[in-house]
């Protein structure tokens, strides 16, 4: 099965409102990174958090990771319509440089 | 400073055919990542090549290759091509582990290939 599993699959909002997209993933890892992709054009990275840390902000952007659970969450703030995208986790585990991500959720805000 | 820069953007080929496809990083990056990304597949992992290497290669048959040039820049070719090979390849420009487990890696916009 896949490693990385985003939920929902996708989310609709109101511009304002907060946003939350989970994220689990089966093996250990060194890292773990929050994309954002538009329209099926080019990634974007957002926030980076290692396994030892918990919690990183940045922006108006949260992230937590739970290395028991195998498990990360991306909270998006008083979200604005041009945040509407797919956001994709995605994991780093060694020297192979090989991210695995996840399946992804596709993000709405409605204005 | 430009970002990593990809051509074409959109590639049409018929089965069996070969595709090529390039990329060139940003100035200062050594390596370069490809990834598919495949409608209901997500994104897979291709290759990874740094100081003209193949470092590491995904799940993919050998009919996908590349190469990286002193320059830094790289191609993708996808040989003898099937309609399953029909997605949006995406590369990434890198520099170093220790970069890349503070920023990240920083990808273009897609070649996005439709075999028909």
């Known amino acids: 099965s896949q490693q990385g599993e985003e939920d929902p699959q996708a989310l609709s909002i109101q511009e304002g409102e907060n946003a939350t997209m989970n994220c689990s993933y089966k093996?250990?890892?060194?890292?773990l990174q929050w994309y954002r992709q538009n329209s099926g054009r080019g990634l974007v990275h957002l926030i980076l958090?290692?396994?030892?840390?918990r919690e990183k902000h940045s922006g108006r952007l949260r992230v937590t990771l739970d290395t028991s659970k195998k498990s990360s969450s991306l909270l998006i703030t008083a979200s604005r319509a041009a945040d509407t995208a797919s956001y994709f986790c995605?994991?780093?585990?060694?020297?192979?440089?090989?991210?695995?991500f996840g399946s992804g959720t596709q993000l709405t805000v409605l204005p | 400073e430009a970002g990593v820069t990809q051509s074409p953007t959109h590639l049409i080929k018929t089965r069996g055919q070969q595709a090529t496809m390039r990329c060139t990083p940003i100035s200062g990056h050594t390596s370069v990542y490809w990834y598919q990304q495949a409608l209901g597949l997500g994104l897979q992992f291709l290759l990874w090549y740094d100081e003209g290497e193949e470092r590491n290669r995904g799940n993919f048959p050998p009919r996908f290759s590349g190469r990286q040039f002193p320059n830094y820049s790289s191609e993708l070719n996808v040989n003898a091509l099937e309609l399953e090979d029909s997605a949006l390849y995406l590369c990434?420009?890198?520099?170093?582990?220790?970069?890349?487990?503070?920023?990240?890696?920083?990808f273009g916009s897609g070649t996005r290939l439709t075999v028909v």
């Open positions: 958090i290692r396994s030892n840390e």
């Open positions: 995605a994991t780093d585990k060694g020297s192979a440089r090989q991210l695995t």
């Open positions: 990434a420009g890198g520099v170093g582990a220790t970069i890349l487990h503070v920023y990240g890696y920083t």
């Open positions: 093996t250990s890892i060194n890292n």
